[in-house]
């Protein structure tokens, strides 16, 4: 469309329902494209879906999900799962990043990748979310306390969350409750937070900053960073995500943007961490181009706490 000598371009969305298949009448012919346009748009716009049957029945797990989820926290089936995150050249353990694991009694053991997207969808991400920037710095805590040697616990937090305009004075209220000292909690962002009103993230990453907690961009490369903003952001680390790493040795440009995000990270006075390293060729592979810290199946999957501690204090007893 050309408005005001400027060119817009509308990229349709198109859900497709077929008569009678999908159908019967007007009304449910009109649901059933209505889904499959969101699943058009899910896609990343610009295409069709048509509707299928499968559509009705993950409808119907998301709303079955949604409803449980409001009693996930009330009766505690949410939990912490663990991962290691290791200095490449020592190989020594620098962290942990806490991943939400919820244990539904009939269920089962639900993926984040499953729920997280739901809880945001409802804003119970902001309950969840509280819980667990809780319960990560109270494990951290707790782990010092028994005598292991204080590593770094990393919490995902969601762009709704992180957006919350007192976002800093709760995690200054969690560090104050838990003991914990600030410099020991790392908060994972993804790139979607710096896409929203850049000076309030600029306000809240200050506010942050000063408590002395640090700060990192999760998935980093997939999707949309001001790198100018980087420094002014006061970010301390750059997670190269895992898709890169994982193509690394398949002759992709996944080896090409791996090298140039730690170059450009190095430059800044970044840190990077290669996340989802599953081979020994892959470690090699980023240690020789200066990437400093990996996360990944190659040394550890996320585990329970209890399970992490004996890990960690095995791993230390055969260094
Ligand atoms: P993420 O933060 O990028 O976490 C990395 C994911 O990769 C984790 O999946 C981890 O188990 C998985 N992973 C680690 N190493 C490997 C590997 O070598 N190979 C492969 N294939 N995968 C590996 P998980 O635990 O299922 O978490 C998925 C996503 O859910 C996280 O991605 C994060 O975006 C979100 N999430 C997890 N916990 C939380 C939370 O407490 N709050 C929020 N807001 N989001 C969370
Ligand atoms: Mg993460
Ligand atoms: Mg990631």
Known sequence: MAIGGHQLVVPPSIGIAVYPADGQDVESLLQASDMAMYRAKNA???????????????????????????GALRNNELLLHFQPQLQLSSNAVVGCEALIRWQHPDMGLLSPAEFIPIAEESRLILPIGDWVLQAAASQCKAWQQAGLPPIVMAVNVSALQFNQPDFAQRVDRVLQSTGLDARWLEIELTESVMAEDPERVIGTLQQLHGLGVRLSIDDFGTGYSSLAYLKRFSIHKLKIDQSFVRDLMTGTHSASI??????MS???????????IETEEQAQWLTSRGCDEGQGYL?????????????????NNAE
Do not use: C, D
């Open 258 to 263: 791996a090298e140039a995000i730690i170059l």
């Open 299 to 315: 040394y550890s999957r996320p585990m329970p706490a209890a399970q992490f501690q004996q890990w960690f204090h095995t791993k």
């Open 44 to 70: 990343g716009g610009n295409t069709f879906r048509f509707h299928k049957a499968e559509m009705q029945q993950r409808v119907s797990r998301v709303l079955q999900l949604e409803n449980a989820l409001h």
């Open 266 to 276: 190095r430059s800044l006075g970044l840190t990077t961490i290669a996340e989802g």
